[in-house]
């Protein structure tokens, strides 16, 4: 068993004990994910597929990611109707792994399995590697944000997007859930009246392991999330729940299930 160190790590923690290589290699090296977190990674990619390919986003779209760590599987889907995304992330070393990739650097991360996995849905198994060009073509600024901050992107200023997209960042980045209700209010000020929330995240998870780290999540379930979207102002709030497919042999994370939610900012009246 590892060794690992006591402290449980969260916010500022972050720029020094999360290890971006190790992060990747353990969770994001194939679309089945880790036999740890069973099929979570897989259903995030078809939900994310099935709400992109449902028609609310109109092709030509701006897209802004919110939380983006040091992975772009959460934008494939995206990248067929956003020819613009800005990727917001709170660490230097996730940005400059997606930085990497996105210039073709042979030392970034493949992800050539799960661009297969999501041209394989779109019934385009053959077309995974222009897939690839074309996100690479569609993130056009990797930026620092803290979602934490009443405008995450300061002193960054930026037109409202069309679509706000977040995956696995809000109960990982918020220490309580006043701050994850004030981080959704600060990402939705973000995101244009009647624009899309694309989010995926866990449920009542405490921590997660990168290396010899355990990281801090807030536990948090569907019900609070629909309540804290309503409030902020969402409309159609569309919450797909999936169980821990494989809680009790899961020593990485201590998630109960996750979901993938679309819900619509409210135009203004």
Not at 115 to 122: C, I, M, P, S
Not at 235 to 251: L, Q, R, Y
Request: proline share 5%.
């Amino acid at each position: 068993r590892r060794n690992m160190a006591a402290t449980v790590q969260k916010g500022a923690d972050y720029h020094q004990t999360f290890d971006t290589k190790r992060y990747l290699a353990v969770y994001m090296a194939v679309p089945e994910g880790t036999e740890e977190e069973g099929d979570m990674l897989e259903q995030i990619l078809k939900g994310f597929h099935e709400i992109f390919n449902s028609g609310c986003v109109k092709p030509g779209s701006r897209l802004l990611d919110i939380g983006s760590g040091p992975t772009i599987y959460q934008l494939i889907s995206a990248s067929r109707f956003c020819t613009e995304i800005v990727c917001a992330e709170y660490t230097e070393a996730n940005r400059a792994e997606i930085e990497k990739w996105v210039k073709g650097d042979p030392d970034s991360h493949d992800w050539t399995p799960i661009f297969k996995f999501v041209a394989e849905l779109e019934g385009e198994s053959s077309s995974w590697e222009a897939r690839q060009s074309h996100l690479r073509q569609a993130i056009k600024e990797v930026i620092p944000c803290d979602v934490n901050k009443p405008d995450p992107l300061a002193p960054r200023q930026y037109e409202m997007f069309d679509v706000v997209t977040t995956t696995l960042c809000l109960e990982a980045a918020c220490p309580d859930r006043e701050a994850y209700s004030a981080a959704v209010r600060n990402i939705t000020r973000l995101l244009k009246p009647g624009g899309s929330l694309v989010l995926a995240g866990v449920t009542d998870q405490t921590f997660y392991i990168v290396g010899d780290y355990k990281f801090f999540t807030l536990p948090i379930d569907a019900s609070f999330m629909r309540e804290v979207l309503e409030k902020a102002g969402y409309v159609g709030v569309d919450i797909k729940s999936f169980p821990a497919s494989n809680a009790e042999k899961n020593t990485l994370s201590d998630f109960h299930g996750f979901v993938v939610l679309h819900a619509k900012k409210a135009e203004i009246v």
